[in-house]
């Protein structure tokens, strides 16, 4: 890029210039100011003071950590924790501090997109259907989830340096109704339960409908759960309680409890049903189809498919700017690269850009670090067509991180999303067509996210 004087310019060089064009005033994204945060605000006079403005990191010299660059968001999150981890922490007796329980308007923090006014920020969000980039946005999460994660552990006095904070699992993210790019939205999080060493956080992103309903509502909500592990050891370690206060936050907190309980139980429950699914019958009837296709291709049915044959996948070798506080890969990334490849085998399944509805699950295994080589695989599982207005695409992303020198591949990530397309197009005449195994082990993991999507009896 150059210059009117024909100058070559850097790629920051020439970000912080197009910020200085559509310079909108914005507060300092200054991290005690962050830290002090205790609420989303009020849309009023001092509603500034109290959130993170999404576009401030363009419009300034960006300090060097680890994961300099990941998205306007990211950057702003992590310029708000630097303090925590360049402030002395006292040696030895900051890390075993008392744990203190925290109320969850203590760690409750918001990010504002101003779509309407920052012209920058909206074009590094906008897909080329002048939507949003979802897959931006759920990485934006992941990067809120662990800042309000280190806010609940912190005493303060920077002490959770002691500990890494991870991302564990994504219960779901679903998205209530589309968001639009040309329009100010918000991300608003706080942690609503605790364990011994994990706790879950609800986030929601919140925006008007349009100009003739400009009260604003949650157009998406998600939980992430996060875990502790002692920087040390690598082992558990314990975190502050949460004390929720108000009947809305006793609430979220009984359900999180309910969702952990139903986690183990279906922990317990997973070898014993591995070996059932064998002897099911709809485990013959749903590879019934699929041998059709294998053994009298000629006669199987024109309007399914099998899932090997909906299959993509892409790879990459992980570099140092994608790496996080810790020196791992960092899992909003993932996220985002693994939704990218989703979304991109349900357009080319159903033929129109698809319309995303959920992550269903997500989780992280094994730790990425710099230098991996990493395999994303996606499928198409299943789809349901019961509502012919509304047809619903499944689909699993696997991460593979790929050691060709040891000629090892470990499974590092499983993400579940589901998609459907537009009714416009349905009332077109498209058809989805019907997914089928034609493996056992493919059949199994379709009974698998099935039984997934229902509650324990």
């Keep these: ?31 005690q100011k962050m ?26 010299p960006i300090s060097l950590w680890p994961g300099m660059y990941h998205s306007p968001v990211t950057n702003a999150l992590w310029e708000a924790r630097r303090n925590m981890f360049e402030t002395p922490t006292g040696g030895e007796d900051a890390s075993r501090s008392e744990l203190a329980a925290k109320t969850p308007s203590r760690s409750r923090t918001s990010i504002l997109y101003k779509f309407s006014s ?14 949003i980039r979802t897959g931006k946005l759920v990485e934006d999460l992941d990067a809120l989830a662990g800042t309000i994660s280190f806010k609940h552990c912190s005493s303060g006095d920077g002490s959770a340096r002691s500990m890494i904070l991870v991302t564990a699992s994504v219960d779901r993210i679903i998205m209530k109704r589309p968001i639009r790019v040309d329009a100010d939205l918000s991300i608003v999080g706080a942690v609503t339960w605790v364990g011994r060493s994990s706790m879950e956080m609800q986030l929601q992103v919140i925006q008007s409908q349009d100009a003739n309903h400009p009260s604003e509502s949650v157009a ?26 108000t009947e809305h936050e006793k609430f979220l907190w009984k359900e999180a409890e309910e969702r952990n309980k139903l986690r183990k139980q279906k922990r317990a429950q997973g070898k014993e049903e591995q070996e059932k699914l ?7 009837d749903l590879l019934a189809e699929g041998r059709v296709f294998l053994d009298m291709p000629a006669l199987a049915d024109r309007d399914s498919i ?55 699950r997500v989780d992280f295994i ?10 994303f695989k996606s499928r198409i599982l299943y789809t349901e067509a019961t509502s012919s207005a509304e047809p619903l695409i499944n689909i699993e992303v696997v991460a593979h991180v790929t050691s060709p020198e040891l000629r090892s591949s470990e499974v590092s990530n499983r993400f579940y999303f589901t998609f459907s397309v537009r ?12 997914v089928v195994p034609g493996t056992e082990e493919e059949a199994r993991r379709v009974i698998e996210r099935m039984d997934a999507e229902r509650p324990i009896s």
């Design 35 to 60: 830290w002090n945060s205790t609420a989303a605000p009020p849309p009023d006079e001092n509603s500034d003071q109290n959130s993170i403005d999404a576009g401030s990191s363009m419009r300034k």
């Design 278 to 284: 064998k002897d099911l019958e709809r485990l013959n």
């Design 423 to 434: 009714p416009e197009a349905m009332k077109d005449g498209m058809k989805i067509r019907n």
């Design 118 to 131: 920052d012209f920058v920020l909206r074009e590094q969000y906008r897909n080329p259907w002048n939507e």
């Design 306 to 360: 099998l899932i090997k044959d909906t299959s993509h996948e892409n790879s990459l070798i992980c570099q140092p700017q994608q790496r996080n506080i810790h020196g791992r890969i960092f899992g909003g990334f993932l996220m985002r690269k693994a939704f990218e490849l989703a979304f991109s085998n349900a357009y080319t399944f159903a033929g129109v850009s698809p319309r995303f509805l959920e992550v269903d």
């Design 1 to 31: 890029m150059r210059s009117s004087a024909g100058k070559l310019l850097s790629h920051s060089q020439w970000m912080r210039n197009r910020g200085a064009r559509f310079h909108v005033p914005a507060p300092s994204c200054d991290s």
């Design 220 to 245: 998406l909500e998600a939980n992430f759960t996060f875990v502790a592990r002692d920087a040390k050891t690598g082992k558990s370690t314990p975190i502050n309680p949460v004390t929720p206060e």
């Design 366 to 375: 094994k730790p990425v670090d710099v230098g991996n080589f990493l395999r």
